[in-house]
């Protein structure tokens, strides 16, 4: 086990400002070490966090935390800065229920003024807190100076830049940290992306105290003594002209993230004089002082638990294959015979899969970097000039494309096909990850149709079904992890607009599933048969169009009829109970339960775990079913 003697005597950063330069070059590798150790028993974010420890370091030791807002763009690099403020004692906890989150988040600890996990929020959050302080806000505690570590991937993002706009315009004292490691998960895409490294390509990394002390030196006398503005000095040592500069914003740098000496001279002679907004350019390496991270080609951006010496992780060997390869798998089927398949992602290429597609059709795949809303537009773009776009994104980032699906998409009845993974609860990522709004949020626009597979092989002929639909927006869901190891077809079959398929005829009390709680729904029904009740079971497949046919007989046939879907209120049952309330179905006393996310934010757990906290696994199912036939109140019935 390494010795940790300068970290173990830090509670609080206060502590930081009694150890000298040297002592805190020492608290970095200490550092280091315990962030590697304890995600080697946890698994998480790896590589982000390795990349800022001397960063960390350095901000904790020169600013003022809490009472100076530090600010971490989506918060996967947090890691470090949790030993650091008094957090220590739960880093074995991170990601597990009840411990810490793998993200900053305002409810646990003073010193994350703002949670995130969303990428490209930091600079707007820290002029908030700029103007805030500005204007007299005083929270407890009172308001020092706001810092925003951003990194090249986020800044990307147009959010980021609508506030370097703002905040170049208001012209405020605020610092942002541009950490330039020139990797996103994969390698970033876009021109951004070129331009930061056009900066200085040509062009050393700057030793900007020797550059400092030698501007200083040439300096008549009293400017020596008294070079007041940091941007009387900074002019000496920037880099003129960047795009940075020309949008309002002192530029400084770049600077090596990895020589804490440097940094810390930065960040006291800012900290000292800048009064105007700063942005500060240092360049990082992902993965920073561990081997395994530092090469693997995503430079250990999110790792399993795994073996501290050889870098080996624990991965659980799978049954089934993960959803999203069967999704790449079968858009790279259909697209063999279909050119017109162009398939987008915004910077999630692994994780949608679309890396695979890419190897087969490098043209025709698109990472637009973290843009989700372009993203969206784009494909918009793609269906208006007579493409079969499949937007690729994640339940929970395609949240932030919502205006651009309504206004791009939909009022215009363009046949993007949404290709929605993470559906539902996805585990140690928490409640910033989940994926539970989108058929709430898709199945009220008009023309759009919304699916939901229930197992693996559904999967595969609901890719069939958007390619075969070119008659507006199409969206399929589909959830995290492996599927149910069910016997995949041969080629996907288009299956019919609106028409769901029953599972099993039963009696008394129908369960109508939309999505991959069918699983769950049998494991309820087999409990259920030893009490001699059969469900009645169907698969939905469509929350929009309904398929009021299936539904209305069913709520005919049985005296009971109950939803379940992996999904926030508003989705699926609330389309089905409108449906019953028009059509006076409720009239004639049909039991009605509707099953989905109750309303809190879930922290994270295990998926299952998240289940059992929002009743909604196969005993919750059981006894939703025993309430609703009212059997659980007169005990078990013959
Ligand atoms: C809006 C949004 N889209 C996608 C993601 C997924 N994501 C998390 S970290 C990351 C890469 C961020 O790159 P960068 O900002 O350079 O940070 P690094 O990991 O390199 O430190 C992405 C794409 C996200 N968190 N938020
Ligand atoms: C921080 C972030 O947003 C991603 O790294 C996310 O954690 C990826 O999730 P998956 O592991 O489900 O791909
Ligand atoms: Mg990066």
Redesign the pocket.
Known sequence: MTQTPLLDKVKTPADLKSLNDRELRQLADELRAETISAVSETGGHLGAGLGVVELTVALHAVFDTPRDRLIWDVSHQCYPHKILTGRRDRIRTLRQQDGLSGFTKRSESPYDPFGAAHSSTSISAALGFTMARELGGAPDPALGDAIAVI???SISAGMAFEALNNAGHLGKRMFVVL??????IAP?TGAMSSYLSRIYVDKPVQDLKQAMKGAISLLPGPFQEGARRAKDLLKHVTVGGTLFEELGFNYLGPIDGHDLDQLLWVFRTLRERADEPMLVHVLTQ?GKGYAPAEGAADRGHARAKFDLVTGKQHKSPSNAPSYTKVFAESLIAQAQNDDKIVAVTAAMPDGTGLDLFAKHFPKRMFDVAIAEQHGVTFCAGLAAGGMKPFCAMYSTFLQRGYDQVVHDVAIQRLPVRFAIDRAGLVGADGATHAGSYDVAFLANLPGFVVMAAADEAELVHMVATAVAHDDGPIAFRFPRGEGEGVEMPAKGVPLEIGKGRMIRQGKRVAILSFGTRLGEVLKACEALGAKGITPTVADARFAKPLDREMILELARTHEALITIEEGAVGGFGSHVAQLLADEGVFDHGLKYRSMVLPDIFIDQASPRAMYDVAAMNAPHIEAKVLEVLGVAQMGKRA
């Open positions: 990194g090249d991937g950490n330039d490691n020139e990797m996103s970033p992902k």
